[in-house]
């Protein structure tokens, strides 16, 4: 009458399984890691060097610290909606060319930054931007990542590629604190 259920315990795939998963090596697919968790850095990193600099950039900008506070409060925002827009394209347009079409924002976005030096309304505006960029890198590199790495293999892969997310907070302060050191304009 009751039938006996036993668990079967899933077996790893074998090695003709992966190689049918993907035509990419295995040194392919780690450089494929380490450039994704390079590119995932931007994101934090942008993120937080920021932090040293907010009384530099109200004096620079001619506005109050809150003001560049909102800039941070934009960033965060954007961050958080931006994912949400790429990653959808990505399924339907394919992953290259909308993560090189997010980055190419970012990096446009940073070249602006670089230039802007006392509109305060380009700041807000560029800082969207470079959010928007740069936060969708995280949910595209994950994307790929799945793409190449089979279900077993997978956390050997985001593993490292998450190191360098989850660095950029760690070492933006620093930097940032460094860039005002090293110019000399500690006011």
């Not at 009751?2 to 035509?23: G, H, L, N, V």
């Not at 506070?69 to 949400?84: E, H, K």
């Not at 660095?167 to 933006?172: E, L």
């Amino acid at each position: 009458m009751f039938q006996k259920i036993t668990e079967r315990k899933p077996t790893p795939p074998q090695e003709d399984e992966r190689s049918a998963y993907t035509a990419f090596s295995l040194t392919y697919r780690w450089y494929l890691t380490l450039l994704l968790g390079y590119l995932c850095l931007a994101s934090s990193l942008t993120a937080n060097i920021y932090f040293p600099l907010i009384s530099l950039l109200a004096e620079q900008y001619h506005t109050s610290i809150h003001g560049i506070n909102l800039t941070i409060t934009i960033y965060v925002a954007v961050q958080g909606i931006a994912p949400s827009i790429f990653s959808p394209l990505s399924d339907t347009l394919g992953r290259r060319p909308v993560y090189i079409a997010s980055f190419a924002l970012y990096a446009a976005a940073c070249l602006g930054l670089a230039f802007s030096h006392d509109s305060y309304a380009t700041l807000m505006v560029l800082r969207a931007l470079q959010s928007m960029g740069g936060s969708a890198t995280l949910s595209l590199a994950y994307a790929v990542v799945a793409d190449y790495a089979v279900h077993s293999e997978r956390g050997k892969f985001l593993g490292p590629m998450m190191v360098a997310t989850n660095i950029g907070p760690s070492i933006g302060p620093p930097i940032g604190g460094g860039a005002i050191l090293a110019t000399g304009d500690s006011r």
